[in-house]
T-cell receptor, first 116, second 116 residues
Framework: EAGVAQSPRYKIIEKRQSVAFWCNPI?????LYWYQQILGQGPKLLIQ????????DSQLPKDRFSAERLKGVDSTLKIQPAKLEDSAVYLC??????????????FGPGTRLLVL | AQKITQTQPGMFVQEKEAVTLDCTYD???????LFWYKQPSSGEMIFLIY??????QNATEGRYSLNFQKARKSANLVISASQLGDSAMYFC?????????????FGKGTRLSVIA
């Protein structure tokens, strides 16, 4: 079974530029998460989708971050314009989402963003 | 207030020895799940072990075991017979109201270094 795919793996941009990340979850997984992991910290949830609907985006900086999950499969996360403090690893995770309490989230390899 | 606290920024352990990584959590929800993840330098989050709040026995998975002390709200990870490949960041995470589709909340992590 293929895992969660993310691209690109690395991105370097200058501040005020735009950037987009792509995530393809495990086939059949209804729930998709985007996390931001700043160096030296644990992942912090940015947004959660259930199929193509947003469940939780309370911690998404909506003035510059946006995310969508068209057709309930792939998802893109965009930052526009980027700031220095956005330098982090962006992790995508998916879960079957059938409310099994023991079910873990499966993570992709992440996209490492450096904003100069 | 922090929901997950990992007080050890870094730990060293001799190869083949056992090591305990500490995790305390804070929740008023009677139903919750606790997870441990390993994050090697490659960046991917690897699921290790799960403990449900109603589980009577401590969880075990191979060389990993979870020392669950519900009254003290602690869920320490024990790695037995450490190997060089165990060197990584380790994160404790919690899902509250685990009958629902709630996301994981992570601690700041502990960096484990295994010495030959």
């Amino acid at each position: 079974e293929a895992g969660v795919a993310q691209s690109p793996r690395y991105k370097i941009i200058e501040k005020r530029q735009s950037v987009a990340f792509w995530c393809n979850p495990i086939s059949g997984h209804a729930t998709l998460y985007w996390y931001q992991q700043i160096l030296g910290q644990g992942p912090k949830l940015l947004i959660q989708f259930q199929n193509n609907g947003v469940v939780d985006d309370s911690q998404l900086p909506k003035d510059r971050f946006s995310a969508e999950r068209l057709k309930g499969v792939d998802s893109t996360l965009k930052i526009q314009p980027a700031k220095l403090e956005d330098s982090a690893v962006y992790l995508c995770a998916s879960r079957e989402g059938l409310a099994d309490p023991q079910e873990t989230q499966y993570f992709g390899p992440g996209t490492r963003l450096l904003v100069l | 207030a922090q929901k997950i606290t990992q007080t050890q920024p870094g730990m060293f352990v001799q190869e083949k020895e056992a090591v305990t990584l500490d995790c305390t959590y804070d929740t008023s929800d009677p139903s919750y799940g606790l997870f441990w993840y390993k994050q090697p330098s490659s960046g991917e989050m690897i699921f290790l072990i799960y403990q449900g709040s109603y589980d009577q026995q401590n969880a075990t998975e191979g060389r990993y075991s979870l020392n669950f002390q519900k009254a003290r709200k602690s869920a320490n990870l024990v790695i037995s017979a450490s190997q060089l490949g165990d060197s990584a960041m380790y994160f404790c995470a919690m899902r509250e109201a685990y009958s629902g589709n709630t996301p994981l909340v992570f601690g700041k992590g502990t960096r484990l270094s295994v010495i030959a």
